[in-house]
């Protein structure tokens, strides 16, 4: 079996997989999730989950507890190691799913994009590590809403957050020089928090 290669943007995490899992559930940590929904989640197989799951609770990270025949975890708030894991995965993995969370309410957009140097490392491009985030809005948002949900993220991952707004026009049918030099790099596209992202 082919080991799973580390991640660019934190290769210290053994795979893609445990930086999104770890994402995935300590944005939220007092929230209670199985190992199906995080698997649907983040895009992975079950099994591969239900692995990595027996990983994080056998050294405590993780919390488990069994209703019927379902498995729930959640962060282990006793953990001396949680908050510090929490920092890392909020600084490396955490900005596809606070993005998806701060901007999902955002009127007047279409799609929420991630490009930039993290979408680069996201997508296992190497180079050194993101300085900032930057996000694309697609539509006509409420700017100060927009703003607003960018300082929020900004709070939670404590890194920069910058938005960039094209028209869905601009975006679909007449791509101006930016949105044609955004295609030929890597996007990674937000979905609302608990969905797939594209």
Do not use: C, K
Not at 70 to 86: C, H
Not at 124 to 138: E, F, K, T
Not at 150 to 163: D, H, I, K, S, Y
Not at 167 to 190: C, Y
């Amino acid at each position: 079996m082919a080991r799973a290669r580390a991640p660019e943007l934190f290769p210290l995490f053994r795979s893609q997989l445990q930086g999104e899992l770890l994402a995935y559930v300590l944005t939220r940590p007092d929230r209670e999730r199985t190992a199906s929904e995080i698997a649907e989640a983040i895009d992975a197989p079950l099994s591969s989950v239900s692995r990595e799951l027996d990983r994080l609770v056998r050294v405590a990270l993780l919390d488990e507890r069994r209703v019927g025949r379902a498995r729930l975890v959640s962060a282990n708030t006793d953990s001396p190691l949680l908050a510090p894991t929490t920092e890392l995965v909020l600084h490396t993995f955490g900005p596809r799913i606070v993005i998806a969370e701060e901007f999902r309410d955002l009127r007047g957009s279409d799609q929420v994009w991630i490009f930039g140097s993290w979408a680069a490392r996201y997508s296992s491009r190497p180079g050194p590590a993101p300085a900032d985030v930057d996000v694309l809005i697609v539509g006509r948002p409420d700017r100060s809403a927009m703003y607003a949900a960018a300082q929020r993220a900004e709070a939670r991952l404590g890194t920069p957050v910058n938005t960039t707004v094209r028209s869905r026009r601009t975006w679909h049918d007449e791509p101006d020089g930016f949105v044609s030099r955004l295609r030929e790099a890597p996007l990674v596209r937000v979905a609302p928090s608990g969905e797939a992202a594209a």
